[in-house]
């Protein structure tokens, strides 16, 4: 079953991707001012056959005053020997190496990060896969005794909350998750970056989705472990605790009186939804859509939290949710934004006709309206902001357009009431082509979008793969029904196409739907933004951004419009980045009292 892609891949992805600090993932890693030490201290040969011993020699060292260079020394050789140990001794190593600087990583975590810090990051890594390797007492709420070189360690674990807990998900530090070619923004503060992955018992669990909604966050969800260490008290154990928090909730943690900002990767969701829906929607979503269109759904990347506004992502043709990966994850990192708005992906696949895949989106939001509802009272709902790259742009503007009989008249010469076709098709053309501003849609923002088509669709290239998608039985299905009992009633401009068209059909400038749309105006209730590219050349209005002209993309009467030196990914360019982050600020500022 192709609904059961999202437990099966998660499986898969909680098995191997294993951090670059984990056993056999890396050398060594010793720096060069730690080997000299080793060198002067003839602990070379003792530092790979008994680590703990030679740490316990540099500790001695540095109790007799000389601590330049000790702790990054004993950090790095607790590392190297945690990584090649099983994971029962391997926890202690790891424990040691974090906290051989402790005092230096609370101090570089408040200001601008340090070597220290990095040592803590890796050392907690390799803690976290230690304990889940080993089965640790303190994942299932109880403590680890654990001995390490220098100290023996009580450690404790603490959840983020219930939705993920190390009995349902496991916990994989982003580093080893990230793509080094193509990183997306993140933040360096006190703890580490982890993505909680879903444990899948059964492959054929099916994830849960309710109406039009996926709950992804479920399945992957970016969270920061702090792994905090209290004073060596005489011969008691050191506490130690590694707890979880959530970043789009905090801010910053408390220890010892002091505050200190968290280390932040919102983008790693991304990377992991990424082998998710790109596989799904991407360029098979538009050449089998029949195959992927049950998968539609709009994806909750965080819980539904009253007083949060939603944030709704379309992407446009022959893409994926993570198309804005950029934007998200560097915009997010903003306080204001993340503590402010919850973000709601609409994933689809793009080779259905755009007025149709609209209706889709349409359910799915009012779905989400109606649960947001039931979890409180959530004045933020009624402030929904929408932004939509290409293709997606037109499927929002389906969404804030008051078409009346508009597109019915564009497809058809006679009314509904008129028309010799079964009721429940009826209805159903009826709830894709005569359709009402949806009443919480506040704002807009539409990237790249081509609201008089593109060429492309239209040249050689774009009828070739328009032939090559493969629409969806149940849509060849309604085309003929239509085509037998109401063909006669088609326009002239719509009979052209002979069935429904698909998605590329639907972008051709000459489209009776999409020329039709162009003549309605935005909800005047409704603030509306434009981002255009133009790939550098500062010609506009005679710009492109490559795929979609100027004289496309553009709209009168819009609150802004930003030009930026771009091709068609103007979300995920600097510029369009900025812009976008402005407006949504912007629209923060507005909706105060």
Same mark, same amino acid.
């Given at each position: 079953?192709?609904?059961?892609?999202?437990?099966?891949?998660?499986?898969?992805?909680?098995?191997?991707?294993?951090?670059?600090?984990?056993?056999?993932?890396?050398?060594?890693?010793?720096?060069?001012?730690?080997?000299?030490?080793?060198?002067?201290?003839?602990?070379?040969?003792?530092?790979?056959?008994?680590?703990?011993?030679?740490?316990?020699?540099?500790?001695?060292?540095?109790?007799?005053?000389?601590?330049?260079?000790?702790?990054?020394?004993?950090?790095?050789?607790?590392?190297?020997?945690?990584?090649?140990?099983?994971?029962?001794?391997?926890?202690?190593?790891?424990?040691?190496?974090?906290?051989?600087?402790?005092?230096?990583?609370?101090?570089?975590?408040?200001?601008?990060?340090?070597?220290?810090?990095?040592?803590?990051?890796?050392?907690?890594?390799?803690?976290?896969?230690?304990?889940?390797?080993?089965?640790?007492?303190?994942?299932?709420?109880?403590?680890?005794?654990?001995?390490?070189?220098?100290?023996?360690?009580?450690?404790?674990?603490?959840?983020?909350?219930?939705?993920?807990?190390?009995?349902?998900?496991?916990?994989?530090?982003?580093?080893?998750?990230?793509?080094?070619?193509?990183?997306?923004?993140?933040?360096?503060?006190?703890? %580490?970056?982890?993505?909680?992955?879903?444990?899948?018992?059964?492959?054929?669990?099916?994830?849960?989705?309710?109406?039009?909604?996926?709950?992804?966050?479920?399945?992957?969800?970016?969270?920061?472990?702090?792994?905090?260490?209290?004073?060596?008290?005489?011969?008691?154990?050191?506490?130690?605790?590694?707890?979880?928090?959530?970043?789009?909730?905090?801010?910053?943690?408390?220890?010892?009186?002091?505050?200190?900002?968290?280390?932040?990767?919102?983008?790693?969701?991304?990377?992991?939804?990424?082998?998710?829906?790109?596989?799904?929607?991407?360029?098979?979503?538009?050449?089998?859509?029949?195959?992927?269109?049950?998968?539609?759904?709009?994806?909750?990347?965080?819980?539904?939290?009253?007083?949060?506004? =939603?944030?709704?992502?379309?992407?446009?043709?022959?893409?994926?949710?993570?198309?804005?990966?950029?934007?998200?994850?560097?915009?997010?990192?903003?306080?204001?934004?993340?503590?402010?708005?919850?973000?709601?992906?609409?994933?689809?696949?793009?080779?259905?006709?755009?007025?149709?895949?609209?209706?889709?989106?349409?359910?799915?939001?009012?779905?989400?309206?109606?649960?947001?509802?039931?979890?409180?009272?959530?004045?933020?709902?009624?402030?929904?902001?929408?932004?939509?790259?290409?293709?997606?742009?037109?499927?929002?503007?389906?969404?804030?357009?008051?078409?009346?009989?508009?597109?019915?008249?564009?497809?058809?010469?006679?009314?509904?009431?008129?028309?010799?076709?079964?009721?429940?098709?009826?209805?159903?053309?009826?709830?894709?082509?005569?359709?009402?501003?949806?009443?919480?849609?506040?704002?807009?923002?539409?990237?790249?979008?081509?609201?008089?088509?593109?060429?492309?669709?239209?040249?050689?290239?774009?009828?070739?793969?328009?032939?090559?998608?493969?629409?969806?039985?149940?849509?060849?299905?309604?085309?003929?029904?239509?085509?037998?009992?109401?063909?006669?009633?088609?326009?002239?401009?719509?009979?052209?196409?002979?069935?429904?068209?698909?998605?590329?059909?639907?972008?051709? =400038?000459?489209? =009776?739907?999409?020329?039709?749309?162009?003549?309605?105006?935005?909800?005047?209730?409704?603030?509306?933004?434009?981002?255009?590219?133009?790939?550098?050349?500062?010609?506009? =209005?005679?710009?492109?951004?490559?795929?979609?002209?100027?004289?496309?993309?553009?709209?009168?009467?819009?609150?802004?419009?930003?030009?930026?030196?771009?091709?068609?990914? %103007?979300?995920?360019?600097?510029?369009?980045?900025?812009?976008?982050?402005?407006?949504?600020?912007?629209?923060?500022?507005?909706?105060?009292?």
């Amino acid at each position: 079953s192709a609904r059961r892609w999202i437990p099966i891949l998660a499986t898969g992805l909680a098995l191997a991707l294993m951090p670059s600090g984990s056993p056999a993932a890396e050398k060594d890693g010793m720096s060069p001012t730690t080997r000299q030490l080793l060198r002067e201290r003839k602990l070379q040969k003792l530092a790979r056959k008994d680590a703990a011993e030679a740490i316990r020699q540099l500790d001695r060292w540095r109790l007799a005053g000389n601590p330049e260079g000790i702790g990054t020394a004993i950090a790095e050789v607790a590392l190297a020997a945690a990584r090649k140990a099983p994971s029962g001794d391997a926890k202690g190593l790891f424990l040691c190496a974090a906290a051989a600087n402790w005092p230096e990583v609370l101090e570089q975590a408040a200001g601008e990060g340090g070597s220290a810090l990095e040592l803590y990051d890796k050392a907690v890594e390799g803690l976290i896969d230690a304990l889940q390797e080993s089965r640790s007492a303190a994942l299932l709420g109880g403590t680890d005794e654990i001995e390490g070189p220098l100290a023996r360690y009580k450690l404790s674990w603490v959840d983020a909350g219930p939705e993920w807990t190390p009995a349902t998900h496991a916990f994989r530090p982003t580093s080893g998750i990230r793509p080094k070619k193509n990183p997306l923004e993140d933040r360096q503060g006190l703890g %580490t970056p982890v993505l909680a992955i879903e444990r899948a018992e059964d492959e054929e669990d099916e994830p849960e989705r309710e109406g039009g909604l996926f709950e992804i966050y479920t399945y992957y969800y970016p969270l920061t472990a702090v792994l905090e260490l209290s004073a060596a008290e005489g011969d008691q154990p050191r506490s130690a605790v590694v707890r979880l928090l959530d970043p789009r909730l905090t801010e910053s943690h408390e220890i010892a009186g002091n505050e200190y900002p968290l280390s932040i990767d919102i983008g790693a969701q991304f990377f992991a939804l990424e082998q998710e829906t790109d596989a799904i929607f991407a360029k098979k979503g538009v050449l089998k859509s029949g195959k992927y269109l049950s998968l539609t759904s709009l994806y909750l990347s965080e819980p539904l939290r009253p007083g949060k506004i =939603p944030l709704v992502l379309t992407h446009g043709l022959a893409s994926s949710p993570t198309t804005w990966a950029a934007s998200v994850s560097e915009f997010m990192l903003d306080l204001t934004i993340r503590q402010s708005y919850q973000v709601w992906f609409f994933a689809y696949s793009t080779g259905v006709a755009f007025p149709y895949t609209a209706s889709l989106l349409r359910t799915s939001l009012l779905e989400a309206m109606e649960r947001l509802d039931e979890v409180g009272a959530n004045p933020a709902s009624d402030r929904v902001v929408m932004m939509g790259h290409s293709m997606g742009g037109l499927l929002t503007r389906m969404q804030v357009t008051d078409t009346g009989m508009t597109l019915w008249d564009a497809v058809f010469s006679e009314p509904p009431e008129e028309i010799d076709m079964p009721a429940e098709d009826v209805d159903k053309l009826t709830r894709i082509l005569v359709v009402e501003p949806l009443p919480f849609v506040e704002r807009v923002v539409f990237c790249s979008t081509p609201h008089r088509g593109s060429q492309w669709a239209a040249n050689s290239a774009g009828k070739l793969g328009a032939s090559l998608v493969r629409l969806p039985k149940e849509t060849l299905d309604f085309s003929r029904r239509i085509a037998l009992s109401a063909g006669d009633a088609f326009t002239d401009e719509a009979a052209e196409y002979k069935k429904v068209p698909d998605s590329v059909q639907t972008l051709q =400038p000459k489209n =009776p739907l999409l020329i039709a749309l162009d003549t309605l105006p935005v909800d005047p209730h409704v603030s509306y933004h434009l981002l255009i590219g133009d790939r550098g050349k500062g010609d506009t =209005p005679d710009s492109s951004d490559g795929a979609v002209p100027y004289w496309s993309s553009h709209l009168d009467g819009a609150a802004s419009e930003k030009i930026v030196p771009s091709g068609h990914s %103007t979300q995920q360019h600097s510029e369009g980045v900025e812009e976008l982050r402005r407006i949504l600020l912007l629209h923060l500022e507005e909706g105060e009292p």
